[in-house]
């Protein structure tokens, strides 16, 4: 429910209200405008089956986001952060991704401990790192962190640990959430998809028109992602492993808790859970990120009918940086499966080549030209009148992002 979001973060405010007289606010953002070469297909955002942010025929430039994020110290410990995004193709115009407390302790002993406690994005990603769940290397994520920023949300805390040792810093975490009960309709009903505009904490996503037809369900149809259904609580845990001049490696287990036969009037809860696996190494200028994952998602719509969907994702991504240039490329492997069903409609296959050249000449702007090429192969796709269950897509994007 909206409540829950409200809970966990007016605490927050009102703390930092008090402690207003000690109070240090800091504001970053970028604004994007892009020159846009979409694939044929229509997007999942409008209703279609495409894989892509956007789609249909012909290009066109557009302004397609501005991101914001605010940032109160309350002193060297303890901040507030809140990060909103505008957006044209979104109802309200406006909406929040992220609003946290977030606590770190400076400490000169061997061990350490840090916790954040809102709605967040979860510690998962390697690639994702920067402002509004956007990444350095490329404009489009991977599928696997496309994914992440359009599902999954942790409302709730987060704490971690780092033990500093001669052998690298060992860092083992925990989180505790509610809210997430819908995450996994999307990866079930949609597929992957790779897309650079993650779901905002309020509204609802859609869902494709195809799908909802074979389910005979009204069209179009939307999901909500961040409600609470059932009274179960979430976590996911996990370590990594970090050494200076040798790389990072890390990893997650994920587990929503959600009671699949649970639902509301618009929506239903969802069993999701996976297994994540990261690993990042630098050699001088050259940064190489790999990560893989695999899990399930399940829903109970009646008694004695169970639709299960296994996922399945990997990724590799190189990018070398000189001078003000990064050039990047990565390779994505996606799969799923409905087990009940052989073959089935929704169970897909699929892989994509992506290259980006970025140039940062001044520290206000940065120009990113990139390219996809994917493939996949969707038995839904025949359904749904594309003629081929094999489809065959390419994006072209060149992109302006001012920073702020």
Not at 266 to 275: E, V
Request: hydrophobic residues 40%; proline residues 5%.
């Amino acid at each position: 429910m909206r409540s829950d979001l409200i809970f966990l973060v007016v605490p927050a405010l009102l703390f930092a209200d008090v402690q207003a007289e000690a109070v240090d606010l800091s504001f970053s953002g970028f604004a994007d405008g892009r020159i846009i070469a979409p694939s044929g297909e229509t997007s999942w955002l409008n209703g279609g089956l495409g894989k892509f942010t956007f789609g249909g025929n012909g290009g066109n430039a557009r302004f397609v986001q501005a991101v914001g994020q605010g940032s109160l110290s309350l002193d060297d410990d303890l901040n507030v952060v809140a990060v909103a995004r505008a957006e044209p193709n979104q109802p309200s115009g406006i909406n929040a991704l992220e609003a946290y407390l977030s606590w770190h302790p400076q400490s000169d002993d061997n061990l350490q401990w840090s916790a954040k406690v809102g709605a967040f994005f979860p510690t998962i990603s390697l690639e994702n790192d920067d402002l509004g769940w956007t990444s350095p290397y490329t404009l489009t994520p991977s599928a696997i962190n496309s994914w992440i920023g359009d599902e999954l949300r942790t409302l709730g805390g987060e704490a971690v640990i780092r033990w500093h040792t001669d052998v690298g810093t060992f860092s083992p975490m925990m989180a505790l959430f509610c809210c997430n009960e819908p995450a996994g309709i999307l990866i079930a009903d949609r597929g992957w998809s790779m897309d650079d505009i993650p779901t905002g904490l309020f509204g609802r996503v859609p869902l494709p028109d195809a799908t909802e037809t074979l389910f005979h369900a009204a069209v179009p149809g939307s999901a909500g992602l961040f409600n609470q259904i059932d009274s179960r609580v979430g976590w996911y845990a996990g370590a990594s492993w970090q050494m200076a001049d040798i790389g990072k490696l890390s990893l997650v287990r994920y587990d929503n808790e959600a009671d699949p036969a649970s639902k509301t009037a618009s929506d239903t809860s969802w069993a999701t859970h996976f297994w994540s696996l990261g690993a990042r190494t630098q050699f001088g200028s050259l940064v190489l990120i790999a990560q893989g994952i695999t899990g399930n998602t399940m829903i109970v719509p009646r008694p004695g009918l169970v639709s299960l969907t296994n996922f399945q994702s990997a990724f590799l991504l190189a990018s070398y940086d000189w001078d003000d240039w990064r050039l990047s490329g990565r390779e994505d492997q996606f799969q799923t499966r409905h087990p009940a069903a052989t073959p089935s409609p929704f169970s897909e296959d699929g892989h994509a080549s992506t290259a980006s050249l970025s140039w940062s000449g001044f520290d206000w702007l940065r120009l990113t030209g990139e390219v996809i090429a994917m493939d996949s192969r969707r038995g839904e796709y025949v359904q749904a009148g594309l003629g081929s269950p094999v489809q065959n897509a390419t994006q072209f994007q060149l992109n302006a992002r001012v920073f702020y």
